[in-house]
């Protein structure tokens, strides 16, 4: 039987997430003893990563991967050019206001 974080290394995550996914049922996880904490069973942990395998193949058929989307659909370069300008603007007005209030 594995520790918790002997089954975090072969899947390369935190232990953490060892915990999230007991709490979610998809992993089982065996507590030994008051002290002694949780234990995996090594043909748990297979049957594991085979249904995650099973799953990311059904995802390849799925959803075929697309080109890369563009993140900021909504933000065009004109656009943002004239938001960074009026933001520019303002900050020059409110120091020149600071400035002629001061002297």
Not at 12 to 29: F, H, R
Not at 33 to 43: D, N, W
């Amino acid at each position: 039987m594995l520790r918790l974080r002997q089954v975090a290394e072969r899947l390369n995550c935190s232990v953490q997430e060892v915990y999230v996914l007991k709490n979610a049922g998809l992993l089982a996880i065996v507590r030994t003893g008051l002290r002694k904490g949780f234990r995996v069973e090594e043909a748990e942990l297979q049957r594991y990563i085979d249904s995650r395998r099973e799953t990311r193949r059904q995802d390849a058929t799925v959803f075929p991967k697309k080109s890369s989307p563009r993140l900021f659909k909504h933000l065009d370069g004109d656009r943002l050019r004239s938001a960074w300008r009026q933001r520019d603007n303002r900050g020059d007005q409110q120091d020149g206001d600071s400035a002629q209030s001061s002297g």
